[in-house]
């Protein structure tokens, strides 16, 4: 049996928790050898088939009761406990990126331009590993309803979970999920202070409408890449003049189109950028001040704009007591010192949308070995992961719904 002695605080468990710590050992392998099979054969968004099949299958061996078809391609594995008590859930999202996967490990994807840069086959794998545990010690009291999902990357797929009953039947008490960081040592957990730990996702497009013409002649035009240059600049009062500094926004451009030629000024010229915000109330404003920025500007200046704004993923609310639960889970397991406090991200994650139905607690594990394959950012071509920090994220996961279910009366 190949164990993790090396790593020190995951040895600690072998007084404090004797019998988790033999079980992860024992199933660690098999853990690592999905997750390869998963990088190796990554889906895009709603294509999960493969994935979900495998996952399907592994939950119906070990005993759950299965659903597949949950938001499209999701699966649900529910365990119930001997009596009736909380229900508890675990997410993992299943979803890989439409690019390339340029890491020279054997276990790199077959698939070219789709891969697995965020993480996401850790997620599903590190899941499968709780779920195998739960399966072979059963539940005393309680329900667990663990959640594989679709869609994370383009921000629908808790969505699409939710609005096909996940969170019900039986109802779901809480929920909880994890996503690997490699700015975080193997051993180590991330979690906020803050009452939220992601960012709201929300994304625009500005069609600002001119009237073309010789670019040597631009007074008889209402040139639109000038207007488009004034409002992309304006844009980014609304973070500097119009948002409390201790309130986190970005408003980002990452797209400009217009024109065919130097020498003619184009009837039109398309914006398109993002806005990230923390706080509920902040992102309704900045929505606002966007629209009104981009029309007032355009308008004053003779032009025309259309605004087209989406909101797509709230911002991921922790609940105050489950991170309380959560630091003295990990404190039990590892001691305090492998918790790491760190600032809100502003990336979006869709994690949210659960966290706005029901109390949630989010946090990420450290998958930084120390080296540099496992030191790329997600979302970069070699992004990798230290598969060791797979027997924390399994031991995590695990303690913190047992612990949850053994605290909580019905």
């Known amino acids: 049996m190949e164990t993790y002695e090396a790593l020190s605080s995951f040895e600690n468990l ?12 024992s199933i660690i392998k098999e853990v690592i050898a999905l997750r390869r099979d998963f990088r190796k054969h990554p889906e895009l968004a709603f294509e999960e088939t493969r994935t979900a099949q495998i996952v399907a299958t592994k939950l119906r061996d070990w005993g759950y009761q299965v659903t597949e078809g949950v938001g499209k391609t999701g699966v649900v594995g529910i365990l119930k406990g001997e009596k009736e008590g909380p229900v508890v859930g675990l997410r993992a999202d299943m979803d ?8 020279t490990a054997d276990y790199r994807s077959l698939t070219d331009h789709v891969a697995h840069t965020c993480g996401h086959d850790a997620h599903t794998s590190i899941l499968l590993g709780v779920a195998k545990i739960f399966a072979e010690r059963g539940l005393k009291k309680g329900t667990l309803k663990l959640v594989f999902q679709p869609a994370e990357e383009i921000g629908e797929g808790a969505a699409a979970m939710i609005a096909d009953g996940v969170l019900e039947n039986p109802k779901v008490d809480m929920m909880a999920g994890l996503h690997v960081h490699p700015t975080i040592e193997t051993g180590q957990f991330g979690i906020t202070e803050t009452e939220f730990s992601c960012a709201a996702m929300d994304l625009f497009e500005l069609e600002i409408k001119g009237n073309g013409g010789h670019a040597a002649h631009p007074h008889r035009t209402i040139d639109p890449v000038a207007i488009a240059a004034q409002v992309i600049t304006a844009l980014q009062q609304i973070v500097s003049r119009n948002t409390d500094p201790l309130d986190s926004v970005v ?3 990452g797209q400009i189109h217009g024109g065919t030629k130097s020498t003619i000024i184009p009837d039109s010229v398309t914006l398109s950028g993002t806005v990230r915000t923390l706080n509920p109330v902040t992102r309704e404003a900045v929505a606002k001040k966007v629209r009104s920025i981009a029309t007032t500007i355009t308008e004053g200046l003779g032009g025309e704009c259309d605004v087209n704004y ?9 609940d105050k007591d489950l991170r309380g639960l959560f630091e ?8 305090s010192d492998a918790i790491v406090y760190k600032n809100p991200s502003m990336g979006g994650e869709d994690f949210a949308y659960y966290s706005h139905e029901i109390p949630a607690v989010f946090f990420n594990l450290g998958t930084n070995g120390g080296n540099a394959e496992t030191a790329y950012s997600n979302h970069n071509s070699r992004f990798d992961v230290d598969e060791q920090a797979f027997v924390y994220g399994i031991a995590a996961l695990f303690q ?6 053994e605290r909580t009366d019905e």
């Open 14 to 25: 072998k007084t404090s928790y004797p019998d988790l710590y033999n079980q992860i050992n």
């Open 96 to 103: 890989a990126l439409p690019m390339m996967d340029e890491i």
């Open 251 to 253: 408003v980002s451009i």
């Open 310 to 318: 989406r909101f797509v993923t709230p911002s991921i609310k922790i």
């Open 328 to 335: 003295e889970t990990i404190t039990e397991l590892f001691t």
């Open 400 to 405: 913190l719904a047992s612990n949850y279910l």
